[in-house]
C-alpha cells in the first residue's frame, strides 16, 4: 500500500490551541495535534482512531485548513496547502471535502437541498445553470435519494437521509478526497451500514480516497485498509488495519482493542485491560504521553517522547518498547 | 442504492409562512401583543391619513381661540397660538415615525452587517468593532444624539444619522452573538470547505438564520428612537418648528402648564401609546421566535 503514490501528505503538523485564563489557574495551552505525520494513497482509505478529544477531528480539519496549522505542511497531489494563496485554496477545495458527525448541523435549516446543491454548483461553475436541475437529481441519485428530495428543506429529513445530503453536497465539486469525520457515529447501526455501503461504492465508482475518523475500530475494520491511533494529539501506531488490529504492537492500541466488542464471544481476550482515564490534554504527561495508563511502561517512558520505529509490511509504531 | 431511502415526511411550508403563522398564533393567543399591533397600526394611519382625521392645517393659529380645551371644534384643544393639538400630534406622528423608522432601518442594516462581519471574521476585524462598539455603549443614547445633533445641527436628515448611530451598538450586538455560535456549526465549516467565500457565507448563511432576533430587537428600539425623537425634540434640538413634533408640543405645552395642562399632556399621551404598542410587539415577537419561552407556556 506504501508503494502507491499519496495522495496526501502530512508532515509534523502541530496546533495548540489557547485555553481562556481562569481565575486562581494559570493560562493553558492544549496541544490538540502534536507533530502529526501521515499519508494517504490514491483510492485509499485510512482510519484515524482514537479516543473522544485526542484531537482526531481537529487533525482533520487542520489537513483541510478548516483550521490553520501552527506548523509542519500538508501535500496534496504534489500542492502544498499550507502555503497555497487563499484564492488557489479555493480552488484546490473542490477536490478536498468533508462530511461531519452531525447530520443535524451540517445543512443550514434555512436552504432547500436544490439551493444547496445549485450555489455549490453555481460557486464553482461545474456546469452551465441550465444543467442544474439534471445534475442535482444526478447526485441525489447517486447517494439513494428520490429527485423530489430537491425541494425539501433539510428538517423534513431523517438522519440518514440527512448525512445523504451531507455526502451528496461533498461529491458536487467531484472531491479526490473526502475527510469523513465520524460521518456514522450519529446514526443507528442499520442506518450506520447503509452509509458505509454507500461511500465504499463511491469509492469504487469515482475513485475516492477517504481519511476516515472513528473512535469505533468495528467501522475500521470494516471500512479502511490502513489506520493511524491517535493519543492525546500523537500518532502512536500506524499499518494495515488487519495487522494494526490482529496483532496490535503499542500497548494503547492494545488497549484500544481489547476495549472494543469482539466478534466471537469465545475467542479469549488475551490484552491488557482499560485502565485509568484519558489525562487532560491541558497538561499531558511528559515523554510518552500514554506512560501513567501503559502496564509495560518503563522509566523512559516518563523522560523521553519515543521515536517512531518502522517495524516493516508497512506498519510504525512510536514506543519505547520497540526502540 | 443498498438499501430502500426511509420514507419522506410529509412536507411542511416555507420557512417565512412557518415563521407568519407562528407570529400570529402567538399575536392571538398573545392579548397584549394584539393590542400593540391594534395600537400602533391605529398611529400608522392617523400618520399617513393626517389631512384626512384633521381637517385643519396644523400650522393655522387662531389667535381668538388660544389655549381652548378641548371641545367639538377642537377635540383636543388649541395651544398657546390657537392652532389645533389634535391636527399637530397626527402631523407631528409623520415625523416620529418616518424619523423612528428610518433611523432603526438604517441602524438595522448597518449594525447587523458590523455584528456578523465582526462576530465571523474574529480576531483583529472583531477587536476594532467591538472596542468601537463597547464606547458608543458607554454613551445613553440620548446623550449620544445630543452630541451628534448639536454638532451637525437639527434637521430631520441630522437626527435620523443621530438615532441611527446611537442604535447602531445594539443591533451589532445582537448580530455578533449567534454569529459566533453559528460559526462553529458544521455547515458554516461545510460551506469553507467548499470554498465559499466569508461574503458569501455572511450574507446567505448566517443572516438568514438569525434575522428573526434582529427583528425582534429592531421592534424594540423602534420604540427608543421614536423617545429619543421627542427628547431631542424637547430640549430643543430636534426638528425646528413651527413644524409639529410631539417632543416640541410637550416643550410648548410645558410652558403653558399653569394655564392648560391639555398642551403637554395629549403629546405625551400620544408617545406613550406608541412606545407601549412597540413594545408589546416587541415582547410579542420575543416570545414567539424563542422556543423555551414557547415549552413554557404550552
Not at chain 2, 171 to 199: H, K, N, W, Y
Request: glycine letters at 8%.
Amino acid at each position: 500500500m506504501t508503494t502507491a503514490q499519496p495522495l496526501l501528505q502530512v508532515f509534523g503538523v502541530s496546533k495548540t490551541f489557547d485555553v481562556p485564563r481562569r481565575i486562581g489557574a494559570p493560562p493553558g495551552k492544549v496541544h490538540a495535534l502534536d507533530d502529526v505525520t501521515l499519508d494517504i494513497a490514491i483510492g485509499e482509505t485510512l482510519g484515524l482512531v482514537g479516543e473522544s478529544g485526542c484531537g482526531k477531528s481537529t487533525a482533520g480539519r487542520a489537513f483541510l485548513r478548516l483550521i490553520e496549522p501552527d506548523t509542519g505542511e500538508v501535500w496534496f497531489d504534489g500542492e502544498n496547502l499550507t502555503t497555497a494563496i487563499p484564492s488557489r485554496m479555493r480552488t484546490l477545495r473542490k477536490r478536498l471535502q468533508i462530511i461531519f458527525q452531525d447530520p443535524y448541523s451540517s445543512l443550514n435549516p434555512r436552504q432547500k437541498v436544490a439551493d444547496m446543491l445549485a450555489e455549490v454548483l453555481s460557486v464553482h461553475k461545474v456546469c452551465p445553470r441550465a444543467e442544474f436541475p439534471r445534475r442535482i437529481a444526478q447526485l441525489l441519485d447517486e447517494v439513494g435519494l428520490p429527485a423530489s428530495a430537491a425541494d425539501r428543506f433539510p428538517h423534513e429529513f431523517s438522519g440518514g437521509q440527512r448525512q445523504r445530503l451531507g455526502i451528496a453536497r461533498a461529491l458536487s465539486v467531484g472531491p479526490d478526497l473526502i475527510v469523513a469525520d465520524e460521518a456514522v457515529s450519529a446514526l443507528d447501526v442499520s442506518i450506520q451500514a447503509q452509509i458505509l455501503d454507500l461511500l465504499r461504492r463511491l469509492k469504487a465508482e469515482r475513485n475516492l480516497s477517504y481519511l476516515f475518523i472513528t473512535h469505533d475500530l468495528g467501522v475500521v475494520r470494516y471500512f479502511c485498509q490502513r489506520a493511524a491511533v491517535m493519543y492525546l494529539g500523537r500518532i502512536v501506531e500506524t499499518g494495515p488495519v488487519k495487522d494494526l488490529l490482529d496483532e496490535p504492537l503499542h500497548p494503547y492500541t492494545r488497549m484500544l482493542r481489547a476495549a472494543s466488542p469482539v466478534p466471537n464471544p469465545v475467542e479469549a481476550r488475551k490484552t491488557v485491560q482499560v485502565t485509568g482515564e484519558v489525562p487532560s490534554p491541558l497538561n499531558p504527561p511528559t515523554g510518552c504521553h500514554f506512560h501513567p495508563r501503559c502496564p509495560l511502561a518503563k522509566d523512559i517512558c516518563k523522560q523521553a517522547r519515543p521515536t517512531v520505529t518502522e517495524m516493516g509490511g508497512g506498519r510504525a509504531v512510536a514506543c519505547h518498547l520497540y526502540g | 442504492m443498498s438499501a430502500a431511502p426511509e420514507t419522506l415526511a410529509i412536507r411542511p411550508p416555507a420557512v417565512w409562512l412557518r415563521f407568519a403563522r407562528a407570529l400570529w398564533r402567538t399575536a392571538t393567543a398573545n392579548a397584549a401583543m394584539m393590542t400593540g399591533i391594534a395600537l400602533f397600526l391605529a398611529v400608522v394611519i392617523v400618520a399617513i391619513g393626517a389631512p384626512v382625521f384633521a381637517e385643519v392645517d396644523p400650522l393655522d393659529q387662531d389667535l381668538l381661540a388660544r389655549l381652548v380645551p378641548p371641545s367639538p371644534g377642537h377635540w383636543l384643544g388649541t395651544d398657546a397660538f390657537g392652532r389645533d393639538i389634535w391636527a399637530r400630534i397626527a402631523y407631528g406622528a409623520r415625523i416620529s415615525l418616518v424619523i423612528g423608522l428610518v433611523a432603526v432601518g438604517i441602524a438595522m442594516v448597518i449594525g447587523s452587517a458590523l455584528g456578523i462581519l465582526s462576530g465571523y471574521m474574529g480576531g483583529w476585524v472583531d477587536q476594532a468593532i467591538s472596542q468601537a462598539t463597547n464606547i458608543l455603549l458607554a454613551f445613553p443614547s440620548l446623550i449620544l444624539g445630543l452630541m451628534v445633533v448639536a454638532f451637525l445641527g437639527p434637521s430631520v436628515p441630522n437626527l435620523i444619522a443621530a438615532i441611527s448611530l446611537a442604535t447602531i451598538p445594539q443591533f451589532i450586538r445582537v448580530s455578533r452573538a449567534p454569529t459566533i455560535a453559528l460559526r462553529e456549526r458544521d455547515f458554516i465549516q461545510a460551506c469553507r470547505a467548499l470554498g465559499f467565500s466569508p461574503l458569501r457565507i455572511m450574507v446567505r448563511h448566517i443572516l438568514p438564520n438569525i434575522w428573526p432576533e434582529i427583528l425582534v430587537m429592531g421592534s424594540l428600539w423602534l420604540a427608543t428612537a421614536i423617545r429619543v425623537e421627542a427628547s431631542l425634540a424637547f430640549i430643543g434640538l430636534g426638528v425646528k418648528p413651527p413644524t409639529p413634533t410631539w417632543g416640541g408640543m410637550i416643550r410648548e405645552g410645558f410652558e403653558q402648564i399653569l394655564n392648560s395642562v391639555y398642551l403637554a399632556l395629549f403629546p405625551s399621551l400620544a408617545i406613550l401609546v406608541v412606545v407601549l404598542a412597540l413594545n408589546m410587539i416587541g415582547d410579542g415577537l420575543r416570545d414567539a421566535l424563542d422556543p423555551r419561552l414557547k415549552e413554557s407556556k404550552r
